[in-house]
């Protein structure tokens, strides 16, 4: 089946060397992209083409770095990422002039919820921020005493704590996967094939969606997503996760499918709840803290849905250690 | 003390500044680099000063100083103290307004000396999500006494929810700051202020939304 691979592994290449030297010539490939499109007839379409490349060298680069560095790079990477998300969400979302301590404490579940992770107690983690943060906030809020508008102000908040930071840790959780358990790339590859496949989707479905894009699939809530785009998306995606998902992770038969065909569309799923929330609020953008992408969360949307699914299949597909 | 507060304002402000704001910038080329220049902001929090301070490059910083009223920042001799040294700024004597006293001239002073001075021409601040306060028209007279100094409109999004007037803690959230082309004095008060105040609701116009939610 991977024919590449095993010529790679032929030649003395573990699955992750081949893998980062894929997704580095993707990079290239990309950046040669942006130096030579905007020079011609389309060069409008593409003028931020650059600045969209320099972004994807630094996102990928600390990735690499922080998967480097073990749990502990991960850990410390995706705590500021979870921080910098939440902190775009909570500015954006309509807020209550009561809450500024409510949100500085929603801040606070970050290093908590950290902490679970460095003292490895999965249990824990499971039902800190669902359980016990979702009844303490607001009777915190309660407490303050301003119950108008109440439901909603404390719904919000909950709802960017699920997604940017509890959501946001299963991949640390991840990184604490013992060798033995994923023989195939280790912990590491579990979380590379994670984030590739997400983010790959999300590139396959604009690229499927520019080329032969027609019928629209949510017109009032994202207006440029079209059925072709989505369904091109998810058959290139669950193609990517079949070919490459054995060489990085324990994953086998129904499992991997399992995988492979429900990421794809959980990954759209993200995309679009977050374009609702977005058109809800009046922004295109969530900020403009990664140049040529928007903000954090925009980058973010789709991990915030397949980090929990993902972790969740391995976990009862092929993982023992959760 | 001018490294010190270089130092301060590179080591310590900046990253402060990016976490409790994330300091997204828009417009940043028009930002001035060399004096004398004005930059006129509104004004909702103490936040604003630190924040438009940070944006600066190191080489510009020593120019850069915030005209503040010196009813508030020299009222006590600590406060006094990190007022004039580490934040640089030109007292503007509130409470002599009036009085036949000149209380614009330490910034007219600055101008002529080549500086980048921050005004705030609201006056004081006010409640973030509202809308801005009646201009004051000292920076009118400030433009009028050196008309070579271009006038920098700048609307900070966002730092009267970080810090609002009275509060004590910071609380992370992200601001914008939205920096527009240079006016330049127009030969009289009423049209130059006319076109301040349009070019800040310009910039208003364009910044995301901040929302309280209706509460009252």
């Known amino acids: 089946m991977t024919k590449l691979a095993d010529t790679l592994q032929l030649i003395g290449a573990s699955p992750l060397a081949w893998g980062c030297a894929v997704v580095a010539a993707f990079l290239i490939a990309g950046s040669a992209a942006a130096l030579i499109l905007p020079r011609t007839s389309a060069g409008p379409d593409f003028a931020d083409l650059g600045k969209r490349m320099i972004s994807w060298w630094v996102i990928i680069g600390l990735t690499a770095g922080s998967l480097v560095g073990g749990w502990q790079g991960t850990s410390v990477l995706f705590a500021i990422v979870s921080f910098l998300a939440l902190r775009e969400f909570l500015s954006l979302a309509p807020a209550r002039r009561e809450d500024r301590l409510i949100i500085l404490l929603a801040y606070l579940t970050i290093p908590i919820s950290y902490l679970f992770v460095i003292i490895n107690i999965y249990m824990f983690y499971l039902v800190f921020i669902p359980v016990y943060v979702f009844l303490a906030l607001p009777f915190l809020m309660a407490c303050i005493g301003q119950t108008r508008g109440f439901l909603a102000s404390s719904a919000t908040i909950h709802w960017g704590l699920v997604t940017c930071v509890y959501n946001i840790g299963f991949i640390p959780l991840l990184m604490r996967v013992p060798r033995w358990d994923a023989p195939q790339a280790g912990a590491v590859g579990l979380v590379f094939l994670l984030l590739v496949a997400t983010e790959a989707n999300d590139v396959f479905q604009y690229v499927v969606g520019k080329l032969i894009g027609r019928r629209k699939i949510a017109p009032k809530v994202s207006p440029g997503k079209t059925w072709e785009g989505f369904l091109g998306g998810c058959v290139l995606t669950t193609a990517l996760i079949i070919l490459i998902g054995p060489d990085f992770t324990p994953l086998r038969g129904v499992g991997l499918w399992v995988v492979a065909l429900s990421l794809p569309p959980v990954g759209f799923a993200g995309d679009v709840t977050f374009s609702a929330i977005k058109r809800d609020i009046g922004v295109k953008d969530t900020s403009h803290f990664i140049p040529g992408h928007g903000g954090v969360l925009d980058r973010l949307d789709s991990l915030t849905f397949t980090a929990p699914l993902y972790f969740h299949l391995l976990a009862y597909y092929a993982l023992a250690t959760y | ?216």
């Open chain 2, 1 to 216: 003390m001018t490294w010190l507060r270089l130092l301060l304002i590179t080591v310590v402000l900046r990253p402060w500044a990016r976490l409790m704001t994330g300091a997204d910038v828009i417009g940043r080329e028009h930002l001035p680099l060399t004096g004398p220049a004005i930059i006129a902001a509104n004004h909702n929090s103490h936040v604003d000063t630190l924040l438009l301070l940070t944006l600066f490059p190191a080489r510009t910083l020593a120019r850069v100083r915030p005209a503040a009223a010196a009813d508030y920042f020299l009222s006590n001799p600590a406060i006094s103290w990190v007022s004039r040294n580490l934040i640089g700024i030109v007292p503007v004597d509130r409470s002599a307004v009036g009085s036949g006293v000149d209380v614009l001239a330490p910034a007219r002073a600055a101008l002529e000396n080549g500086d980048i001075l921050i005004i705030f021409p609201e006056g004081t601040r006010g409640e973030a999500g509202e809308d801005m306060a009646p201009l004051k028209s000292g920076v009118a007279r400030l433009a009028e006494a050196c008309p070579r100094a271009p006038v920098t409109p700048v609307w900070i999004q966002g730092a009267g929810r970080v810090l609002p007037k009275g509060a004590h803690i910071p609380v992370p959230m992200t601001c914008a700051v939205l920096v527009g082309e240079p006016i330049h004095w127009t030969g009289d008060r009423a049209s130059f202020m006319a076109a301040l105040k349009q070019a800040l609701e310009a910039l208003h116009a364009q910044a995301p939304p901040l929302k309280w939610c209706e509460t009252d």
